[in-house]
């Protein structure tokens, strides 16, 4: 089944547009747990297993699995995913970006190696250095559009002639750029106008949209102006308020609670 | 020391504007190394011991590493070359890009476990995507600004009001961003034109300049529109026409030779 067929069937069968971001940092554990760089896979099963049956997709940010040499426990994160929780999609998010032959090795890494089921692709380079994860017919790659940093503006919101770049990104990744279907883009919560406006360009092409919680984007706002005419077309992202909901040895309860809530509060919108 | 401050060192040195890349593909190892994953360190360290008299820096590109679990002999090439060749800077060809706290963890990934010199960084996501790097004073931030790829005028080439949009990228990069002086670019060599265009923008930052050998850059044009008035200010990079120069058991020594040659033809447009 390809990513995006998963992602269809996950927002149907768990009624859900919410995407659970896995950014596991010791630092922040619970008390049981903290600092035990030992403990990552422990501790992001425990949500995985807590909040499966309420997500469209799991997105684990290797960035925190890398800072602490922690790749097999990464490696052992998506294998438990795929294993206990089939059919939920798994994006990893790498934000790769590179010349078509080291991209290539980009691709293994994320769908060989670490059987993913979608990557997040930086654009800056263009066609050539996106080709390379098409080549997995079932995979998904998803660019990165307009993102929900503060500086996401410095470059994306520049004007290429008559529209931002971010627009001319959204055109290209939908159009030209995706032949074959299996891209999506990546479009920031802080910003629902411009999730609206990229709605506008790519039709019905997946949105994974971080930023809500933590980065203080607004949900009835990015539900409204980025779902799709059925109600779906959003992976609503959200990692730290709910991984660190919880500061004891019931976190993976607490993890449940606030994103059951998340869930609900996004569904009210749909 | 700093990376800038080593890099001018390395120049001076070994009369060397020569960056070589390790992208090491076990396919493409020597007879006796053919297909093994796991001689990817010895491969590589052969390459180092054969050359370092011979350049300015070396830089590891993470995908071929990644792509096969290897990160532990990336750490243990690291470690080699600051131990048995100390003073030239290694750069870690990671092109990560991303938010704040995770460009944080990229950063401890880049700098506290692998111990680089540098990094490359991709500059989509703006200024707050850049600044964890610069966090570490003694290291150097080489971000992407106009690629050797076909795809790299996607985007790039864009003009973003009176410029294209890799004259914003090193305008803001060697300017505003670069208060603290850590920060050189990425400027293909396919594109000689746009080298000297980058020159005249970022006055005498350090530029690294991919595509000579297997990308079809030219190293005269690419000397004389990017060297700077004493006659430096490149990271001239070469991978596979050094890496995979024999075919058998002497193949460091047919690097080395590359290698030499390499240096040697770089040094007559200085």
New interface residues.
Partial sequence: MTFIDQLNAAWQKNNSLLCVGL?P?PAKFPAHLKGRDDKIFEFCAAIVDATADLVCSFKP?I??F????A?DQLEALIAHIHEKHPGIPVILDA?????????E??A??AF??FKADAVTV?????????DPYLAYPDKGVIL?CR??????????F????GEK?YE??AR?ASGEWNSSGQISLVVGATFPAEIARVREIVGDVPLLVPGIGA?GGDIEATVRAGRTANGTGLMINSSRAILYAGKDERFAAAARQVALETRDAINLYR
Same sequence: chains 1, 2.
Wanted: charged share 30%; proline share 4%; net charge negative.
């Fill in positions: 950014d940092d940010q960035a925190y890398a800072a602490r040499r790749e934000k790769r970006g590179d010349i078509g032959s080291t991209a090795q980009y293994v890494e060989e190696r930086n654009p800056y380079m263009g066609r050539d250095s996106v990165l993102t929900s940093n503060p500086g996401g503006s410095d470059l994306q520049l004007d290429v002639g770049l001319r990104v290209l980065q």
